[in-house]
């Protein structure tokens, strides 16, 4: 097993669907990380779990809710979103937040949005 | 603001050659600095992690500098081969209590056979 796996790999949703990404992390971490990527933007941070708790939300719009049931698990639930939401969602995890520890990505979720 | 710069965006360079891939950032009060390599399509892989008070790291044909006070890492590159193809990410961890990381646009290497 890869050390952080992400599922589905593709999603294509309407605007007005509900629909949830999944990451999963092996590697007994306590942070969990969604990062949104754009074409030819730098990679940005969206939310952050430490030991469960969020910890950082980055002004993210109200359509992303995250949810993290325990330290291996987290969830990124889209719904209505809009076409300019169509990304890679990156999920990445660290030993802790806050420590200088070394970031660890999954393959990530490819969103588009009709 | 933290803001971090990876520059040329694009290179394109024969097979064997030794290359070297630049990032700069404006805040010197940096953590850390990790260089990441992202395949087409895929998530990012760490390559090499430099806390601040180190001055390189190198894994295997790679080999990562840091000069905090310039503002500037550099991600050499030793006998390039067609399958370090990818594009080339560093992140700057600026510290504090979160240590957030700032990532930069990224260098897209292509090694030609």
């Known amino acids: 097993e890869t050390g952080v796996t992400q599922t589905p790999r ?3 949703m309407g605007m007005t669907n509900k629909k949830s ?7 007994g971490h306590n942070a969990m990380y969604w990062y949104k990527q754009s074409a030819k933007k730098p990679l940005e941070l969206m939310f952050v779990y430490n030991f469960k708790e969020q ?11 995250p949810e993290c049931p ?8 889209l719904h209505t979103l809009q076409p300019e939401d169509s990304a890679l969602y990156l999920c990445a995890s660290s030993p802790s937040y806050g ?16 | 603001k933290q803001e971090v710069t990876q520059i040329p965006a694009a290179l394109s360079v024969p097979e064997g050659e030794n290359l070297v891939l630049n990032c700069s950032f404006t805040d010197s009060a940096i ?5 990441f390599r992202q395949d087409p399509g895929k998530g990012l892989t760490s390559l090499l992690l430099i806390q601040s008070s180190q001055r390189e790291q190198t894994s295997g044909r790679l080999n990562a500098s840091l000069d905090k006070s310039s503002g500037r890492s550099t991600l050499y590159i030793a006998a390039s081969q067609p399958g370090d193809s990818a594009t080339y990410l560093c992140a700057v961890g600026n510290g504090g209590a979160t240590n957030k990381l700032i990532f930069g646009t990224g260098t897209l290497l292509a090694v030609q056979p």
């Open chain 1, 10 to 12: 593709h999603l294509v």
């Open chain 1, 21 to 27: 990404l999944k990451c999963e992390q092996h590697l």
């Open chain 1, 55 to 65: 910890t950082e939300n980055n002004s993210v719009p109200s359509r992303f809710s």
């Open chain 1, 70 to 77: 325990n330290s291996s698990h987290l969830f990124l639930h």
């Open chain 1, 99 to 114: 420590d200088t520890g070394e970031l660890f990505f999954g393959e990530g979720s490819r969103l588009t949005v009709l």
């Open chain 2, 31 to 35: 953590y850390n600095l990790q260089w």
